[in-house]
């Protein structure tokens, strides 16, 4: 497709920083992190129109993520200035590298969400990405839905959510369950971690949740399951276990949301532009997509912190042919303003 063609992605939620131990105890690097900031960075590596509406602060955290995401190539015009501090996430790795997070989010800028703001989503957009912190943190998460609640209702957007669960932030698993069906209930697309769906739904195994998840409105469900890889439902249909791969692991940050991304934007690539071909689609090509996020996944897995990788530019073939690892690549695909903007954020050291 020709660059003015190609799909617009659009993300909604939170930007957050990440800040990631060091090489000694009590040193620590500021890293660009959240979720929905994370899929929007690896969906603009991937060669995707993307637009990030996230509310960035105007303090020095929030204007390292504005140029972070701008020398990513990200669209900024719907993400507003926001006068609250940026939230902070300070990163704890197991000895298996698993990574989990403590917030600082009190009265932060990505939860105060007006209508005004959320107005401003871009009108070309085909596929509207929402999940993470913001869509389940007020004040903010009941006007999130309701703009993501009146996209669906046109009909014309394919809606994608990632819930992304943390227990510590949203409470126990009967206070969440219904702030994040009600976004399934307007979603299309559900991607959902095992460790997401057995703390939601304990006892129940991917088969009862997808199909209960089916049941309130989604189109096509994915569980994601690590090393293990990833299993695709879809309502009528055989369900689809793809193999993960065997990667050496640096860390865990951000591989759920490289894998969102890696899915939305093969499915983009494949043509998705509107609900209904969720439902058409043959299950070879959701397939491919999936096959595809499991390798975008697990390479970033390779990598210290949320580092997604890029799309080889001068790929030869089919635009529609699965990617392989050698359409992807790391550090000869930055940008000298990738790696300014790397720069200037891992300078932010807190002891």
């Known amino acids: 497709m020709t660059e003015h ?26 890293r660009p992190g959240g979720s929905p900031f994370n899929v929007a960075v690896g969906l603009a ?43 902070l996430a300070v990163v704890s790795l197991d000895s298996s590298a698993r990574a989990s997070y403590d917030f600082y989010a009190a009265g932060t800028a990505d939860w105060q969400w007006t209508d005004a703001e959320l107005a401003r989503v871009p009108r070309d957009t085909n596929v509207l990405h929402v999940g993470s912190l913001a869509s389940w943190t007020p004040p903010g998460d009941l006007r999130v839905h309701a703009a993501v609640a009146a996209l669906r209702s046109e009909g014309n957007v394919v809606i994608s959510y990632d819930p992304n669960v943390r227990p510590d932030l949203v409470g126990e698993p ?33 088969e009862q949740v997808s199909g209960r998840l089916l049941d309130l409105g989604a189109l096509l469900v994915v569980i994601t399951d690590g090393p293990r890889g990833a299993l695709l439902y879809r309502a009528g249909n055989t369900p689809i276990s793809c193999s993960g791969r065997q990667v050496q692991v640096a860390d865990t940050i951000g591989a759920g949301d490289a894998f969102t991304a890696g899915l939305l934007g093969g499915l983009s690539r494949r043509g998705l532009l509107a609900p209904g071909d969720l439902l058409r689609w043959p299950a070879d090509l959701l397939t491919a997509a999936v096959e595809e996020a499991v390798l975008i996944s697990a390479l970033t897995c390779e990598r210290v912190g949320a580092d997604p990788p890029f799309a080889r530019r001068a ?23 990738v790696r300014r903007a790397r720069r200037e954020m891992t300078g932010a050291v807190a002891e």
Do not use: C
């Open 174 to 206: 009967a206070r969440a369950r219904p702030l994040i069906e009600q976004f399934v209930r307007v979603a299309h697309i559900i991607k959902a971690s095992r460790e997401d769906i057995d703390w939601l739904y304990p006892g129940a195994g991917p």
């Open 315 to 337: 790929r030869p073939g089919d635009p529609h042919s699965p990617l392989t690892r050698a359409d992807l690549d790391f550090a000869e695909a930055v940008t000298p303003a």
């Open 5 to 30: 063609k190609k799909p617009v992605l659009t993300v909604i939620g939170e930007a957050v920083v990440d800040l990631v131990p060091g090489d000694h105890p009590g040193h620590y690097q500021a």
């Open 45 to 87: 590596r991937l060669g995707h129109r993307t637009a990030l509406m996230a509310r960035l602060a105007d303090n020095a955290f929030g204007r390292q993520l504005r140029a972070h995401a701008t020398a990513e190539g990200l669209d900024l015009a719907p993400a507003p200035h926001a006068a609250e501090p940026t939230t």
